[in-house]
């Protein structure tokens, strides 16, 4: 594309001013950003530490404005003087906090196992199933991706019951798989897209079968990709709340339904919530943190060439 | 513009990694031919994937006839049918490479995803079809009654429905916004900035909080009308009266701020990795040109930033056709049904009206919906690119 030239030539170099302008704005608009972004989370942090009148007089600065209270977190029992004592809630929440771990970890590794073979495969093979091709597979798993949670939530609250795996671990697992099964695929394809081929022609020749190049030769190089996909899923699988709303009740029931649970009470303690919010997204802001170019990765996969 | 105007969205970015992948032939192993497998083996696994079948089928007929009464022996629930699923595809799976040999391997990749996807979605999308034209509520003791069309003529006359499918167009179109947001910060990010990565790493936050938690941290404390301070400051800004969800229009807007502060940084996050992949070279000649900032950003990045744009646009509009979890905590639809998306309102009219029958004829109803949506947007977006260019 030919950029036009136009008839007033802007002067090349800026006068330092305009630079001094330039930068203040950029990093205003950061700092400013920066403040929505980090505002809701510091917020509830805070709170979970307040009583209840530093709450209704709206306190913002702790130490400054209120002292702070182990109060929601004692309600929890997680606070430093209840963590020895019994607590109900305690248990509860580490339940439902370890379903959250046990469904989306599974999830996560048993999409991450299907969907690379399933994405190797494409990758590098051509298949004829009846009438369908490459592509029209790849095509299959891909539009899962536009299926909305209600279209199967009804029918899968049917069938679960009649296969007895309503509210439980493995159930909410199977339908995670497949929530995440095409973010998988579309990411791995992109990844084993851009592994040389000579590679494992190379390993063939050497006399590895097949199967064999595929887990000594390509696996280790498509590790960052994988690590990628799973940190992805993990994410979606973590924060799932519409079927886990719909197919768990006492057994299985993940960390978003019982934060849900809570907000629908009237009169609900707001320092407890906030301790119960702050505990439902820590896991996965240390996550984003740590892993965040990982994230990235999985989530610009295709989307650039 | 040197023309890749890929929409890496679904068929063509299918289609064009048919084209690279290499014909089998070219495989040095694919030497070894299937006629190198002995009849004994191939009879073998023809004999194992026939066993299986019919063993599945019996299961089934059994479960079917227990399940009908006609029949005393069969299982407690239909679990042993899943187990016998499981067994039948291992079979499957055993008997490709007993017959075909490396070709059977290579099927090996794809068939547990595809067997796994098939039984996950295929069966279940047909059931759902069928309980769409059933009269069942499972508060009533009646159970299933087939009663045709009816819920079907039901749901043409339901205000609610269609009222729900109308707030999805406006939550549809507020993805524009986020979009003009997005692509803000991903040219904020992508300027010269010191402590770029922790720009990048705060922006990218709220991704990752699950919206449940969110939906109580903004919807229900923040936004709170008595002592959040967003009302706070709402009523400094002289909003006297500061109830975001009270009324259907500023509820409805809450509900989108909401839902953008989530979602955001996934745009962001695309369009930034379109912005760091565009070459300096193009954007130097604009300079030499002497375009200003605002002629280079119109006449030149927006243009190249076009097919990631429409990706992520895309993407991002089929994440908010499942939107559902943020209302259904916040508002649970209210009031009155103003910030209803159809899936909060199909989730209400299970949980609360336990209407099965009608709930699923919403949702199949909604899935016929999205498909020709999202088709015509694929083509649409297509086309629009390939014009642009």
Known sequence: ?305 | MTGKPVIKAFSERTRRVADQTLPTSAWPANAAPSDLISPGRKRLGRALMAAATLGLLAVIAVQILYKTEVDTIGFETWRPVVYAYVLWGIALGVGQVLTRGEDGQRALFLLPALLFTIAMVIFPTLFGFYIALTDWNLSSFSGRKFNGLDNFWQMLADPYYRNALFNMVLYVLAVLVEYVIAFGLALLLNAQIRARKFFRVVFLLPLMLSPVAVSWMIGKSLMEYRFGPAATLARQLGWENPAFFSNPITARISIMVLDAWTFIPFMMIMLLAGLQAMSREVLEAARVDGANAWQTFWQVTFPLMLPVSVTAIILRIIFKLKLADIIITVTSGGPGGATDSVSSFIYREYRDRSNVGYGTMLAMAYLIIIIVFVTWLLKFANRFVRNVN
């Open chain 1, 1 to 305: 594309m030919s950029v036009q030239t136009t008839d007033y030539a802007a002067s090349e170099i800026r006068s330092p001013a305009s630079f001094f302008a330039n930068r203040v704005f950029i990093y205003g608009a950061l700092v400013f950003w920066a403040f929505i972004c980090l505002f809701p989370i510091y917020w509830t942090i805070t709170t979970s530490f307040k009583t209840a009148v530093d709450v209704t007089q709206g306190h913002l600065i702790p130490f400054v404005d209120f002292r702070p209270d182990w109060k929601g977190w004692r309600s929890l029992g997680l606070s430093p003087d209840a963590i020895f004592r019994t607590s109900t809630v305690r248990d509860e929440f580490i339940k439902r906090f370890m379903n959250s771990v046990i469904t989306s970890v599974g999830a996560s590794s048993l999409a991450i196992v299907i969907g690379s073979l399933a994405a190797y495969g494409l990758t590098r093979y051509r298949y004829h199933f009846a009438w369908f091709k490459n592509e029209d597979i790849s095509f299959f798993f891909l539009s899962q991706l536009i299926l909305p949670p209600v279209v199967l939530a009804l029918p899968f609250l049917v069938l679960y019951r009649e296969v007895g795996m309503l509210d439980t671990r493995i159930g909410l697992i199977l339908l995670y798989t497949l929530m995440v099964l095409p973010i998988v695929i579309w990411i791995m394809r992109d990844q084993f897209n851009s592994i040389p081929v000579e590679l494992e022609e190379a390993a063939l020749v050497d006399g590895l079968s097949i199967w064999g190049a595929f887990f000594r030769i390509v696996m280790p190089i498509a590790l960052p990709g994988m690590v990628a996909a799973f940190i992805l899923a993990m994410v979606l699988c973590w924060n799932e709340y519409f079927f886990a709303a719909l197919l768990t009740s006492t057994d299985a029931k993940t960390i978003p339904v019982m934060v849900a649970s809570q907000t629908g009470s009237q009169g609900i303690n707001w320092w407890s919530m906030a301790a119960l919010a702050t505990a439902a997204i820590t896991p996965l802001a240390v996550i984003g943190i740590a892993l965040e170019r990982y994230l990235i990765m999985g989530m610009t996969a295709g989307a650039v060439k």
